[in-house]
């Protein structure tokens, strides 16, 4: 590696990277199927399974549980009218 590609990588426009980066997810979003979604989402699992063969530890599995109960809470709250 050169100078030169360091020096090009940090002066990128970074606000460009995020809102390119930004555009993309938007409109994959817009066109993924069910079945693309939870590979993508399964490929994801397997690859921090393969850099974190313990994850989810307990504290994390803990941290998530509560997070899915409060969703749940929130969704509870949301009148009937609005969920149809």
Known sequence: ?????????????????????????????RTLTPDATLRIADDLRRHVLALRPDWPDEREREADLKVHARVSECLRRVPSSVRR
């Not at 050169?2 to 979003?29: F, H, N």
């Open 1 to 29: 590696m050169k100078p030169s590609d360091l020096r090009a990588y940090t002066e990128r426009d970074w606000s460009l990277v995020r809102e390119l980066k930004q555009r993309y997810w938007a409109e994959r979003k």
